[in-house]
């Protein structure tokens, strides 16, 4: 047996679950576009059932979060990427 294996698995910080939620998010966007996606359908998506209102939260938040540091775009509902974002996702991707 290795000995991860006899580990208790470490919870998540607040911080470090926000970080993990928005990097999920902005690489599903990323994966979407040219597609744009509203974030009830974001929210859909990730839950595939009725979302907890705590996980709506930590989407809507990390959808926020992202549209302030310029990342993602938002008209009302409507999300998606910058251009800034695809092409830092093009560099990376290679």
């Known amino acids: 047996m290795h000995e991860s ?16 939620i928005q990097a999920a998010v902005l690489g599903h966007v990323l994966a979407e576009h040219p597609d744009q996606l509203t974030v009830a359908e974001l929210i ?4 595939q059932v009725e ?3 705590s996980e709506s939260d930590q989407i809507e938040r990390a959808v ?22 695809l092409r ?6 290679d």
């Open 5 to 20: 294996d006899d580990r208790e698995r470490r919870v998540l910080t607040p911080a470090e679950e926000d970080k993990r």
């Open 51 to 53: 979302a907890e209102f």
């Open 44 to 47: 859909r998506e990730f839950t």
């Open 88 to 93: 830092f996702h093009q560099l990376t991707s």
């Open 64 to 85: 926020r979060d992202l549209a302030g540091i310029g990342l993602l775009h938002r008209q009302g509902e409507a999300i998606r990427p910058t251009r800034a974002a």
